[in-house]
């Protein structure tokens, strides 16, 4: 069965960074795109980013273009998301998905998400 | 990319039927068929109940059913139960090769 399970988040400091993962398995993960999705705590859902199943034309949110970057590493199964100059409004559990339709360019919704990694962001 | 409009809560009794309405715009809800709600229990994942406005994932129950008209999506549950009783969450592709996601409805069984 599909398995989606996140790390590396934590507590950081305002202006800090970090590298989430999120290790994959029980799907082809080379032939689906990946989104990432956050959820301030008691907030609503907030998609972050897409890449699609060959790594290429990556997405953003409005929110944070220019401070993120997703990326994969395909022979390790793996997504990541770098997170660079956090504010405190980053502070959320954050999603990694798997896209529902394989060698799609982002326009199927997420089908299987992983429990989510908690980062928050204070000095 | 404003978020789409969800009522914040919706209640209704055993049995009931409930529709939850999702209102974007021309270049999300309006422009694509690629509409989709999920189900959100406390402390959980998210969970996709419908994709493509009406399509249910294999698994999802026949009591979840979507439809569309202009800007406005609507996620109806008949026959409600119990374990409905969740955090609802509409979604749509956008214009600019995005997500938006609405701000989700409370649903309450009384």
């Known amino acids: 069965q599909v398995q989606l399970v996140e790390s590396g988040g934590g507590v950081v400091q305002p202006g800090g960074s970090l590298r989430l993962s999120c290790s994959a398995s029980?799907?082809?993960?080379?032939?689906?795109?990946m989104h990432w999705v956050r959820q301030a705590p008691g907030k609503g859902l907030e998609w972050v980013s897409f890449i699609p199943y060959d790594g290429n034309n990556k997405y953003y949110a409005d929110s944070v273009k220019g401070r993120f970057t997703i990326s994969r590493d395909n022979s390790k199964n793996t997504l990541y998301l770098q997170v660079n100059s956090l504010r405190p409004e980053d502070t959320a559990v954050y999603y990694c998905a798997k896209d529902r339709v394989p060698y799609s360019g982002g326009w199927h919704p997420p089908d299987y998400w992983g429990q989510g990694i908690l980062v928050t962001v204070s000095s | 990319q404003s978020a789409l409009t969800q009522p914040a809560s919706v209640s209704g009794s055993p049995g009931q039927s409930i529709t939850i309405t999702c209102t974007g715009t021309s270049s999300d809800v309006g422009r694509y068929n690629y509409v989709s709600w999920y189900q959100q229990h406390p402390g959980k994942a998210p969970n996709l109940m419908i994709y493509?406005?009406?399509q249910r994932p294999s698994g999802v129950s026949n009591r979840f059913s979507g439809s569309k008209s202009g800007n406005t999506a609507s996620l109806t549950i008949s026959g409600l139960q119990a374990e409905d009783e969740a955090h609802y969450y509409c979604?749509?592709?956008?214009?600019?090769?995005?997500?938006?996601f609405g701000g989700g409805t409370k649903l309450t069984v009384l």
């Open positions: 029980g799907f082809t993960f080379s032939s689906y795109g």
């Open positions: 979604s749509s592709y956008t214009s600019s090769s995005t997500w938006v």
């Open positions: 493509d406005v009406t």
